[in-house]
């Protein structure tokens, strides 16, 4: 240890030094003395104070003053390390208050991005603090007093009474507790979940909890039930919902034994709607359709979308007599035209009806009934309406079979070409051939067009037949070719949904590379009602159609509603005129003018017109006497298979 460590000491500490110096001193008089020849009184005192002094000072010097300098330097040195301290300790507490502030702003940040924030309530006196992000959330105004009144007024009306109740439950009880209620900061409605707990042993008693703005979860969660049941275009219920509805219907009816009835919906035409005014106009349809079956139900009863063109009504306490009247009242209101822009259009439907328990005890077996007696009413006639009989399961069961087997029968070659002349009227010579498709069933035999095109058109497979009637034809031209005969063009009926494929053009493309079949000898019909729809699509597809040199013509030509400003826009070469025009041929002077006035718009355009259906010699003077340029129809040649046209081309060769 440093000596001088010693004298940095207590004023105690010197204090007892002079002390211990002192007695030392007196100690050693004491024994001199003893040692010395006895002395008179006063020298002796005057031998002892002189003595004293000089055993002190040297005492007093080594261990007081010499070592002031020590002590004045120990006390700056002190001084110096107290401010260093000092200085440290204010900056630790900089370091910390900022951490602090740092702490704060990012909980408050965090609290911002979550939608979460804290409060305290104090319960007795039943004030509050809270956070900046809470005061937000709620619209509490910030330099005002925290309180629970403050708080709950502004807590929903309805919802204050649970919440004052669970409040005053945790304070007495102690347990968490979590709630949600409605706020309304600026006049709107919002969602917030409160979850609060009691601080252990405090005093007085405090509830410490947080509170979080859920509106956008309560919304999202909304969201889904409604696309879960309701159908986002018309904001009807879905199968799912009405499914539901139904089973409730049978249980209640089961205990009072009533009756109830389904009904089936589907809207006539409007596949042909979308193809020719867009899939806009048809949801328009659809919407306007929903508004006007809500007119002709009563308030307990129920209606469901359930796909595209169907619709499900549920009419409570009915039998079969009310669920007549109904449908009835139904297909008499859609006779009223829909306006759509400035367009007035006209929509029917077919309806088919089940009554619970008679044609069904569940659900399923209810709506599958319905939906039998649905289609039997659409195959009779448009706008009409069929009650289900056990009869119709079996004819269903057929149809669903009659699908199955068209599946099948694309794959495997069952569907064959029979081939229809077309004659120029002029010369009489073959000009052309159009390409009808059949069916060689392999059990029922030939099944006619009529029976199997609405299956494929309803089932989707449509777009595959036509690939394939495309196909075949082509290789079937081709085929003629290499046998040394003179063809002729081939026609194929190209439908909406094969027009509309993104692999359409593709596939024209493989079918004329893959047969080798020259382009001049393909010509693709067109309906006038696919025409109409889409311009843009229907313009951008025709074109390069014609880039590649296939030539188009407009089928069925006068049931739409072109005009001759679209139509010169067109890149087709011919005109078809509908055989419903040519059969009133020439007694009926409506078709007279129709047909007339379709071969001078041709003529006026440049193209050329080809009539079909012509079946009598009166029909065909009259078309050649106005200037048909081409017929097809019976007159000249019923469609044959392949074997018979090439002795019809080997025989005009």
């Not at 401010?83 to 630790?92: C, P, Y």
Request: proline content about 5%; overall charge negative.
């Amino acid at each position: 240890m440093d000596p001088r460590d010693r004298h940095r000491s207590s004023p105690a500490k010197l204090l007892l030094i002079v002390i211990m110096s002192t007695m030392i001193a007196e100690i050693g008089v004491m024994l001199l003395f003893d040692e010395l020849p006895t002395l008179p009184p006063l020298l002796t005192s005057i031998a002892d104070g002189l003595l004293l002094a000089v055993l002190i000072v040297p005492v007093l010097y080594v261990f007081m003053f010499r070592p002031l300098k020590l002590h004045i330097e120990a006390m700056e040195s002190a001084e110096k390390l107290l401010l260093e301290q000092r200085d440290k300790l204010e900056e630790i507490v900089r370091e910390r208050t900022s951490d602090l502030v740092e702490s704060e702003r990012k909980l408050t940040e965090a609290q911002r991005i979550s939608h979460i924030g804290n409060w305290e309530l104090i319960l007795p006196s039943g004030q509050m603090f809270w956070s900046e992000e809470m005061a937000r959330i709620m619209g509490l105004p910030r330099n005002e007093p925290h309180s629970l009144e403050r708080f709950v007024d502004s807590v929903d009306a309805e919802d204050r009474p649970e919440f004052l109740r669970r409040i005053g439950l945790a304070g007495m009880s102690g347990k968490p507790f979590s709630l949600e209620f409605r706020i309304h900061p600026d006049g709107g409605t919002r969602f917030v979940h409160v979850r609060a707990e009691a601080a252990p042993e405090a005093e007085p008693k405090r509830l410490f909890g947080t509170l979080q703005d859920i509106t956008d979860r309560k919304e999202a969660e909304e969201k889904i039930h409604y696309l879960a049941y309701f159908d986002p275009l018309t904001g009807l219920p879905n199968r799912t919902l009405i499914r539901d509805r139904i089973a409730t219907s049978i249980a209640a009816a089961g205990r009072k034994t009533g009756n109830f009835a389904i009904l089936a919906l589907n809207i006539d035409g409007l596949k042909l709607i979308n193809d020719s005014f867009g899939l806009a106009v048809g949801d328009e349809i659809l919407k306007h359709f929903a508004e006007r079956l809500e007119k002709h139900i009563r308030g307990e009863d129920s209606i469901a979308r359930l796909s595209g063109d169907e619709f499900l009504l549920l009419l409570q306490d009915t039998e079969a007599s009310g669920a007549g009247y109904t449908a009835r009242r139904i297909l008499s209101g859609m006779q009223e035209p829909f306006p759509i822009g400035e367009q007035q259009i006209i929509v029917t439907c077919c309806i088919g009806i089940a009554i619970f328990p008679d044609h069904g005890e569940d659900a399923d077996t209810l709506i599958k009934n319905a939906n039998a007696a649905m289609y039997f009413a659409k195959s009779a006639s448009r706008g009409t309406f069929r009650f289900f009989t056990h009869e119709m399961n079996a004819l269903s069961a057929e149809r669903l079979l009659l699908e199955n087997d068209l599946r099948n029968a694309i794959k495997s070659e069952q569907l064959i070409l029979h081939y229809q002349p077309q004659m120029d009227l002029d010369s009489g010579r073959l000009i052309g051939f159009e390409a009808l498709v059949r069916w060689a069933h392999p059990v029922r035999g030939m099944i006619p067009p009529d029976q199997f095109i609405p299956i494929a058109e309803e089932s989707g497979l449509i777009g595959k037949l036509g690939e394939l009637v495309l196909r075949k034809a082509c290789f079937q031209a081709i085929e003629w070719q290499k046998e040394g005969l003179e063809i002729v063009p081939v026609a194929v009926n190209v439908s909406s949904a094969q027009f509309r494929q993104k692999e359409f053009i593709e596939s024209v493309e493989t079918a004329l590379l893959d047969s080798g079949l020259d382009l001049v000898f393909l010509e693709l019909e067109l309906t006038e009602s696919l025409l109409l729809s889409n311009a843009d699509l229907v313009l951008e597809v025709l074109g390069r159609l014609k880039e590649m040199g296939v030539r188009l013509l407009i089928d069925d030509f006068g049931t739409g509603y072109s005009s001759l400003s679209y139509l010169k826009r067109l890149p087709v070469y011919k005109l078809k005129i509908d055989k419903s025009f040519v059969q009133g041929l020439p007694g009926n002077q409506d078709d007279a003018a129709i047909v007339n006035a379709i071969i001078g718009i041709a003529r006026s355009l440049k193209m050329k017109v080809i009539a079909e259906g012509v079946e009598t010699l009166e029909q065909f003077d009259f078309l050649k006497e106005k200037s048909c340029n081409e017929i097809q129809g019976y007159y000249f040649g019923r469609p044959m298979p392949a074997d018979a046209a090439r002795k019809l081309l080997s025989l005009a060769g």
